[in-house]
């Protein structure tokens, strides 16, 4: 039996879930929380298969739990709720293997979203690596964040997005600054992030292009990369 992970502070909406899912028990287990606390707990109790979270919580918000997810258990598969979305904003997160459910939405997207992520992954190992770098930016734009990012890369090199507002002003990686840098960091796999509410006022602004349109560049980028002899 798989065990789905749901976490989301507002009762009302845990309480429909209890009651709308109960059919699904056959296929799927729920587990509710209440805040990224309670569900990070839950995580070092008892196996988890799928994770799908709220951004706005308090005590530990959807952010930072999914920064720990992607450190601590980077192969369950994450969907992420907000009620700040766009349909571009949904297909970028498609392509890159991460859904996103835009609140209010029934349960039946909510169920077709669980076996949708409760499949068998086509690549290598059958799963989804963590969360990608360009996905946290995407989040972090949505919720409109003052912070600084640190992204950790596999070989142990440190770089940094200064984000005011869900705005990147500047990013800085291994000897990189502002855009090249932020190409760099966009296209790493199996970073690992964090990040620390801060402000950028002080940040000098290098980046003048949008988020979008640093993401698209980065993975034009990769793809040559990878397509080279």
Do not use: W
């Amino acid at each position: 039996m798989k065990n789905v992970l749901i976490v989301d502070d507002d009762l009302g909406f845990q309480r429909l879930l209890g009651i709308s899912l109960k059919k699904y028990k056959q296929d799927f287990d729920i587990i509710l929380s209440n805040n990224g606390e309670e569900a990070i707990g839950v995580l070092n109790r008892k196996p988890v298969d799928l994770i799908i979270t709220d951004l706005q919580m308090p005590k530990i918000d959807g952010l930072t739990l999914l920064a720990y997810i992607n450190d601590a258990f980077p192969k369950i598969p994450c969907v992420i709720m907000t009620a700040h979305s766009t349909p571009d904003i949904e297909k970028q997160f498609a392509q890159t293997g991460q859904l996103l459910l835009k609140k209010p939405f029934t349960i039946n997207k909510l169920v077709d979203a669980i076996q949708t992520a409760l499949k068998p992954r086509s690549d290598a190992d059958g799963v989804l690596k963590g969360i990608s770098v360009a996905n946290f930016l995407q989040m972090i734009a949505l919720e409109q964040k003052t912070c600084l990012l640190e992204i950790s890369t596999s070989d142990g090199k440190k770089g940094f997005f200064y984000i005011e507002n869900g705005e990147v002003f500047d990013a800085a990686f291994h000897g990189l600054t502002g855009e090249e840098a932020a190409y760099a960091l966009i296209g790493t796999d199996g970073a690992s992030i964090r990040f620390t509410n801060t402000s950028t006022k002080k940040v000098k602004k290098r980046i003048q292009a949008s988020l979008m349109a640093l993401i698209m560049e980065a993975m034009t980028r990769k793809d040559e990369t990878i397509g080279s002899p």
